[in-house]
Nanobody, 127 residues
């Protein structure tokens, strides 16, 4: 099994920044594409960003393009989400997800592509 643990969430004012981290562990974790999703209260879970194992393919939701950056350090088995210029509408629980495949299907935006999920970390942006 694969375990994913997110960290780095918190309370920040609008315009501020946060960096989320997702550390993966488990014998079967090897060359996995990764993604970030979020879910706001009363809303469905939505795609935020995805990155292939090599880092050669990266995709973002339109709502975060130019503000968020996804990256990974395979030596540390960690994926990051740098979030700048945060807005109140970015408030949500952010989830890290891993696919068994090193590649992304399409833009990696479909939750069904991912086989493992973390417990989530809360991000709250105040106005």
């Amino acid at each position: 099994q694969v375990q994913l643990v997110e960290s780095g969430g918190g309370l920040v004012q609008a315009g501020g920044s946060l960096r989320l981290s997702c550390v993966a562990s488990g014998r079967t974790f090897n060359r996995n594409a990764m993604g970030w999703f979020r879910q706001a209260p009363g809303k469905e879970r939505e795609f935020v960003a995805a990155i292939s194992w090599s880092g050669g393919r990266i995709y973002y939701a339109d709502s975060v393009k130019g503000r968020f950056t996804i990256s990974r350090d395979n030596a540390k088995i960690t994926v990051y989400l740098q979030m700048n210029s945060l807005k109140p509408e970015d408030t949500a629980v952010y989830y890290c997800a891993a696919s068994r495949s090193p590649l992304l299907g399409g833009e990696g935006s479909a939750a069904k592509e991912y086989d493992y999920w973390g417990q989530g970390t809360q991000v709250t942006v105040s106005s």
